[in-house]
C-alpha cells in the first residue's frame, strides 16, 4: 500500500523523541529560578530567522509574500549547485552582521558589532534514499561579537537580534520531518529551535530589534519556548486542514542549560526541568492570484515545568502557560510591479504566577517595493511595548522611586536590496524605559544601526 511507505522512516527516527516526554525527565532535575532580567533570547524564522531572534533556518513557514533574508544563488544555468538540486542535496549559507551605537541614555554610551554565520544542508531522502516524503535538516551556527543592549542597557528588547543567547559555534538543527497523506500531514522529530514553527511572524524580520524579530519576546522569556538557535528535542505535528489553514501541536524538552557556550552540542537531557507543549492554528488567506496576502495565527503554550513562583521566591509553582494572537496582512498591492504595504500587530499574555514579562504588544507597517525600480527594499516602522509583571513591581517599589511599568521600542529601518543575494539596512531604534526590567531609571536612547545580511 503506497500511503504506508512513510512509516518505516518514521519508525527509525521515532526514538529522537522519546527522551522529550515528561516521563524521560530526571526526578533530580532542580526547579527553575525565578525569571532574571537577563537579555532575551533569540529567532529567529526566518526566512526568517530569532532569535534575540535569528532568522530560523530551513523549514520555518514565512509570512506570504515577505522576503526578510536574501534569496541564495539561483538554481537556474545547470551548474553544480543545480545538479545536487536534483540529486536531493540543497546546501545553505548566510551571514547577518548588526552594528550599533548609543549617543544617549543608558548606563554607558558605546558601540557594539555582532554577527552569524549559518550554514547547513536539507537532503531530499526520497531521492537519496527512495523514503518519499522525507527531509533531513542538518544547520550549525555561528555567532561572534558583542551585544549594546547587555553592555549598556540591561534591557529585554535586544537592539541587535542575532545577540543575546548562543553566542558560540553550536548545532542549530539536526532532524527529520515526514510529509503524510499527500502532503495533508507533516512530522517532524528531532532536535531544533522549535519557535521557527510556532508563534512566528517572518515579515517582522525586516526589523533589527529583537522585541520584532521574530517572536513576542514573552515566550521566551516566560517559559521553557525554544528560540533560535538554541535546539531542543521533540516532535511537531501539522494538520494542513485546508489549503489557507493548518493547525499544529508538539512536545519538547524545557531545558535552561541549552543556551550556556559549553553546551553547544549537547543533546542529552542534563538539566531538563519538564515538558512544554504549544498548540497553534493558522489562516493564510490570500492565496490566489489577485487577492492580497494575510497571516492570522492563535496559539499558546503548556510548560509542566516546576517554577519558583516570580514574586514569592519560596513558593513553586506547578507549570506555567501563555497564550498570543498574532496578525498581518497586505493592504495595498502595487498593480504594475512586486511588493506592497503590510500592518501588523501581535500581542501575548503570560502566567501572572510565574512570568516576568506580563503583557507584550507591537504594531506597525512594511512597505516592500518601495519606489519604482526598488522592488526590493522595504520600509519598516514599528513600536513594541513589554510589560513588567505588576506583582514585581509591587514588591520593588519603594517610596520616591517610580518604577516604569514597562519597556518600549520605535523602530525605523530601510532595507536596501543591492542584489537578489545582499540587503543592507540602515536602521534607526528609539528607546523608552530600558532601565524597566532591572527596576532602574535609566535615560531614553536613541540607537543608531547597520544590519547586513547575504545568502550564498
Known sequence: MPCLRPWPNIL????????????????????????TPTIAPSAAPAPAAAPTEAPPPAGATPAPGASPLPSPTPLAGGGWRKQLHNKGVDLRLDYVSESAVNTTGGKYRGAAYAQQIRFGTDLDLG??????????????NDRAGGGLSANNFSNKLAVQEIYGVGQNFRLGELSVDQNLAHKKYNLKLGY????????????????????????????????????????????????????????????????????????????????????????????????????????FKVGGYYDSSHVADIATAHLTDSGRWGYY????????????????????AQGSNSDPQTALI???????????????????????????????????????????????PGEQVAELSYGIGISPTLIVRPDLQYLMNPGAFTYKQYGNAWIYGLQIKAAF
Open 127 to 140: 531521492k537519496l534514499l527512495k523514503a518519499q516524503g522525507a527531509t533531513f535538516h542538518l544547520t550549525l
Open 12 to 35: 527509525l527516527i521515532a526514538g529522537l523523541f522519546i527522551c522529550a516526554s515528561p516521563a524521560a525527565v530526571r526526578a533530580d532535575t532542580p526547579t527553575l529560578a525565578p525569571a
Open 358 to 404: 506580563k503583557y507584550y504588544l507591537d504594531a506597525g507597517l512594511v512597505l516592500q517595493g518601495t519606489f519604482p525600480g526598488r522592488d526590493r527594499d522595504n520600509l519598516n516602522l514599528g513600536y513594541v511595548r513589554a510589560a513588567v509583571n505588576p506583582r514585581l513591581i509591587a514588591i520593588k517599589s519603594e517610596p520616591g522611586l517610580d518604577l516604569a
Open 192 to 295: 531544533w529551535a522549535w519557535g521557527n514553527d510556532f508563534g512566528l511572524t517572518a515579515l517582522l524580520c525586516n526589523f533589527m530589534n529583537s522585541g520584532f524579530c521574530g517572536h513576542t519576546q514573552s515566550l521566551p522569556n516566560d517559559s521553557g519556548w525554544a528560540d533560535y538557535p538554541n535546539a531542543r528535542l521533540g516532535v511537531r505535528v501539522r494538520d494542513n486542514t485546508t489549503p489557507t489553514t493548518y493547525v499544529e501541536t508538539g512536545a519538547f524538552e524545557t531545558n535552561p542549560l541549552v543556551a550556556l557556550k559549553a553546551n553547544g552540542f549537547d543533546m542529552s537531557l542534563h538539566g531538563a526541568t519538564g515538558t512544554i507543549y504549544p498548540v497553534e492554528f493558522a489562516w493564510l488567506p490570500g492565496q490566489h492570484p489577485g487577492q492580497l496576502p494575510g497571516e
Open 325 to 344: 494572537v498574532l496578525a498581518s496582512q497586505m493592504v495595498v498591492r502595487e498593480p504594475s510591479r512586486p511588493g506592497g504595504l503590510w500592518v501588523f
